[in-house]
């Protein structure tokens, strides 16, 4: 193996045509040059170099391995350049993973707008739950999670990780729109006492956190359906009268006799961006930056549409 400093005294010798000026141009001794010149030329097990009247030359080994430190020094500092484009410009690949109600809501015009702003930036995008992209953020797999927080059951965010507030995303409470409380609300939980529960399932976080809720409130909740994805609630509150409480990020529109209501107190989850500390470049807070101003334009829309209210789909703080 050759090491870097003695293909550069090779490469300068090449370029100067003696020590003085190989030294010269890499700022050292001529004595360290000839040292660098010396263990290179052990390493190559061949002279590198003969006397040429006062001074030196390459020989045929020197020149054809002088040709390939050239060559091995342009691409080391291609390599080297291309190290400081990724950490100070938006540039290489960067792989997320989010949450599906992410996924739907904000990831593809947070993309649109990378891919806009920062052409030579390649994203790769898959859904998953936290549980999931958070390792594989910390094993270097992954670049970015977005993950979500439940009052009482939040992501669980492992050391040596930055952690971004991207939004907080209302609940609201989902009713068969013949229910006595499907009015304008805002709606107590405690007064559903006489529906079944749909959850996203006693092992997920969402689950957790709709027992947590409501056992809170002094109920005991009972849930025949639990099945994961907001949409397929929402199926079931409109087909078999069960009431559900859904973020409005995972929100499609509703379908005929299913009524939302807003509760109180209010209910939120928050949108966070996690990546490993040490890996936060330039493109990671790119990232970042676009899925908050979507999900600052998102909110901007829904305060026009109900004429400012504060029950946003999403609230940045």
């Known amino acids: ?43 190559a097990g061949a002279p590198l170099t003969e006397p040429a009247g006062r001074g030196l030359r390459l020989t045929a080994a020197g020149r054809m391995l002088a040709e390939h430190a050239t060559e091995i020094l342009a691409r080391v500092a291609a390599a080297r350049l291309d190290l400081d484009r990724l950490r100070d410009e938006v540039v290489g690949e960067l792989r997320i993973g989010a949450i599906p109600t992410s996924v739907h809501a904000l990831a593809p015009a947070a993309l649109a707008r990378l891919r806009a702003d920062h052409p030579d930036l390649r994203v790769a995008l898959a859904d998953g739950e936290a549980e999931e ?34 939004c907080d995303d209302v609940i609201d409470l989902l009713l068969p729109a013949g229910h006595r409380l499907a009015g304008e609300g805002p709606v107590s939980l405690a007064e559903v006492d006489d529906l079944d529960w749909v959850a ?6 969402a689950g957790l956190w709709l027992l947590q809720t409501l056992r809170a409130l002094g109920l005991a909740p009972r849930v025949p359906c639990q099945v994961r994805g907001f949409g397929m609630h929402i199926e079931l509150v409109a087909g078999i009268g069960v009431a559900a409480l859904v973020p409005r990020l995972a929100r499609p529109p509703l379908p005929a006799g299913v009524v939302a209501v807003t509760t109180d107190p209010h209910l939120r989850r928050s949108i966070d961006a996690v990546w490993r500390t040490d890996r936060g470049t330039a493109a990671v807070h790119a990232a970042v930056d676009g899925f908050r101003a979507v999900a600052a334009e998102r909110d901007a829309q829904a305060d026009q549409a109900s004429g400012g209210s504060s029950t946003s789909a999403s609230k940045q703080v």
């Not at 293909?7 to 700022?27: M, P």
């Not at 040292?35 to 290179?40: S, T």
């Not at 953020?137 to 991207?166: H, K, Q």
């Open 1 to 43: 193996m050759f090491a870097l400093d003695r293909l550069r005294a090779l490469d300068a010798l090449a370029r100067q045509g003696s020590i003085a000026g190989a030294a010269a141009a890499l700022h050292l001794t001529p004595s360290a040059v000839s040292q660098q010149l010396a263990k290179l030329e052990r390493e």
């Open 133 to 166: 992209t958070l390792p594989a953020v910390l094993a270097g797999d992954l670049d970015l999670a977005i993950v979500e927080n439940w009052d009482g059951a939040p992501a669980p965010i492992p050391a040596g990780t930055s952690r971004a507030r991207l």
């Open 200 to 205: 996203d399932g006693s092992a997920t976080r």
